[in-house]
C-alpha cells in the first residue's frame, strides 16, 4: 500500500526559503509529482520525475525556484522552494502513478495516490 506523508510547510515571507517534505513507502520505480492548489484555483503539477531516477521536469512558473530531490536510504522526497512569492501560497501535495515509459505527465489525472498536503503561506 502506497503511503505519503507530507510535511515542511508554513508561513515564511516572500523572498525567503522552505523545504517540504514527502516520506514514502510502498513502492519502488514510479512517477512522483508534486502539486498545488490554491483556494479558487485547480490543483497544478509543479514538478514532476521517476522515482527510479532520471531528470525532473518542472512547471514554467517555478523553474529556478524549486528543486526536488530524493534521500533513497530514508524514501524521502523533498521539495526546496526558494525566493518564494505570494503566489506560491498554496496547499502542497506529493502524488505517484504508475510510471509507464518517457516522462512522467503534469497531469493529475495520472496520479492515484496523494498526501494529505502541507500548507505553504506566503506573506509580502
Known amino acids: 500500500q502506497v503511503q505519503l506523508v507530507e510535511s515542511g510547510g508554513g508561513s515564511v515571507q516572500a523572498g525567503g526559503s522552505l523545504r517540504l517534505s514527502c516520506t514514502a513507502s510502498?513502492?519502488?520505480?514510479?512517477?512522483m509529482g508534486w502539486f498545488r492548489q490554491a483556494p479558487g484555483k485547480e490543483r497544478e503539477a509543479v514538478a514532476a520525475?521517476?522515482?527510479?531516477?532520471?531528470?525532473?521536469r518542472y512547471a514554467d512558473s517555478v523553474k529556478g525556484r524549486f528543486t526536488s530531490s530524493q534521500d533513497n536510504a530514508k524514501s524521502i522526497f523533498y521539495l526546496q522552494i526558494d525566493t518564494v512569492k505570494p503566489e506560491d501560497t498554496a496547499m502542497y501535495y506529493c502524488?505517484?502513478?504508475?510510471?509507464?515509459?518517457?516522462?512522467?505527465?503534469?497531469?493529475?489525472?495520472?496520479?492515484?495516490?496523494w498526501g494529505q498536503g502541507t500548507q505553504v503561506t506566503v506573506s509580502s
Open positions: 510502498g513502492f519502488t520505480d514510479v512517477c
Open positions: 520525475f521517476r522515482t527510479g531516477g532520471g531528470s525532473t
Open positions: 502524488a505517484t502513478g504508475r510510471y509507464t515509459g518517457g516522462y512522467c505527465y503534469f497531469n493529475p489525472v495520472y496520479y492515484n495516490y
